[in-house]
């Protein structure tokens, strides 16, 4: 039985792909789907009208499957196109870039995966790490030689897999998701928190070729205790818990009482 089915949202030349799946198959059997290009900002899209092809290939040593699909799909394809059975974990990363609060957490790629895992009813966990605006623009994060960027949370995110990946929960945990600081040292605390809520702003500005993404900045003033910006601001690693039931208790009847009323 497979250990796990590794994936990401970067694509498998990305600097954050490689050192992870050197330290888990360090001590895991592992399966990696990858996207064969950067997918990110996609969140848990689902490929729907262009074939998919699964093709095999060498990542410095290691025997990978890619596809021409999201991360999603490469979750999908894995569980049930090329594993015979489910694996114990998905892991997901490392992204490039962090992946917290309520907003950015819907629109992940990285994260997105491990929500395809979870729909599925396997454990998974998704793992990012910040790389400030300014290092972003002078670094080629596709670039081998960079591949030291990532090193210390791929430890990390091997070391929380290592505590999660025989462990039982409850079923108001879906998935977990890592964030981590860059120059994250290996010795650095840990805090278990919840994302923070925000709006975006404005995301699409005017260019000659038309509206274009710009990925907002994170506010790091007046942060919300308890919360994985917080964690992040303080040079820790945040761990979230999410839940995927998209329902609230007490809701119902809030509702009813309205609706009910006035039907």
């Given at each position: 039985?497979?250990?796990?089915?590794?994936?990401?949202?970067?694509?498998?030349?990305?600097?954050?792909?490689?050192?992870?799946?050197?330290?888990?198959?360090?001590?895991?059997?592992?399966?990696?789907?990858?996207?064969?290009?950067?997918?990110?900002?996609?969140?848990?899209?689902?490929?729907?009208?262009?074939?998919?092809?699964?093709?095999?290939?060498?990542?410095?040593?290691?025997?990978?499957?890619t596809i021409n699909g999201t991360p999603a799909d490469c979750v999908q394809i894995g569980l049930y196109n090329v594993l015979d059975s489910f694996p114990n974990m998905?892991?997901?990363?490392?992204?490039?870039?962090?992946?917290?609060?309520?907003?950015?957490?819907?629109?992940?790629?990285?994260?997105?995966?491990?929500?395809?895992?979870?729909?599925?009813?396997?454990?998974?966990?998704?793992?990012?790490?910040?790389?400030?605006?300014?290092?972003?623009?002078?670094?080629?994060?596709?670039?081998?030689?960079?591949?030291?960027?990532?090193?210390?949370?791929?430890?990390?995110?091997?070391?929380?897999?290592?505590?999660?990946?025989?462990?039982?929960?409850?079923?108001?945990?879906?998935?977990?998701?890592?964030?981590?600081?860059?120059?994250?040292?290996?010795?650095?605390?840990?805090?278990?928190?919840?994302?923070?809520?925000?709006?975006?702003?404005?995301?699409?500005?005017?260019?000659?070729?038309?509206?274009?993404?710009?990925?907002?900045?994170?506010?790091?003033?007046?942060?919300?205790?308890?919360?994985?910006?917080?964690?992040?601001?303080?040079?820790?690693?945040?761990?979230?818990?999410?839940?995927?039931?998209?329902?609230?208790?007490?809701?119902?009847?809030?509702?009813?009482?309205?609706?009910?009323?006035?039907?």
């Amino acid at each position: 039985m497979t250990d796990i089915l590794l994936t990401n949202d970067d694509g498998y030349k990305s600097a954050g792909f490689l050192p992870l799946l050197k330290e888990l198959s360090e001590d895991f059997s592992v399966v990696t789907v990858v996207p064969d290009r950067e997918k990110s900002w996609i969140g848990k899209a689902v490929t729907k009208k262009s074939p998919l092809k699964l093709k095999k290939t060498k990542l410095n040593g290691f025997d990978i499957f890619t596809i021409n699909g999201t991360p999603a799909d490469c979750v999908q394809i894995g569980l049930y196109n090329v594993l015979d059975s489910f694996p114990n974990m998905v892991v997901s990363g490392i992204n490039q870039g962090s992946n917290v609060g309520h907003a950015r957490i819907l629109s992940s790629g990285t994260v997105g995966a491990t929500m395809e895992a979870s729909i599925e009813g396997v454990k998974a966990l998704a793992s990012s790490q910040r790389i400030p605006r300014d290092i972003k623009k002078t670094l080629d994060l596709f670039d081998e030689k960079n591949y030291v960027v990532f090193e210390n949370a791929a430890k990390i995110t091997k070391k929380l897999t290592k505590i999660l990946i025989n462990k039982e929960f409850d079923d108001d945990i879906d998935l977990f998701s890592a964030n981590m600081p860059f120059n994250v040292s290996l010795d650095a605390d840990i805090e278990i928190t919840k994302p923070f809520k925000e709006p975006y702003g404005k995301l699409f500005y005017e260019t000659k070729e038309g509206l274009v993404l710009r990925t907002p900045h994170l506010d790091f003033e007046n942060l919300q205790d308890g919360t994985d910006l917080k964690a992040l601001s303080e040079g820790k690693v945040s761990l979230t818990p999410i839940n995927l039931s998209l329902f609230k208790e007490g809701s119902i009847e809030k509702v009813e009482k309205l609706i009910k009323n006035q039907w």
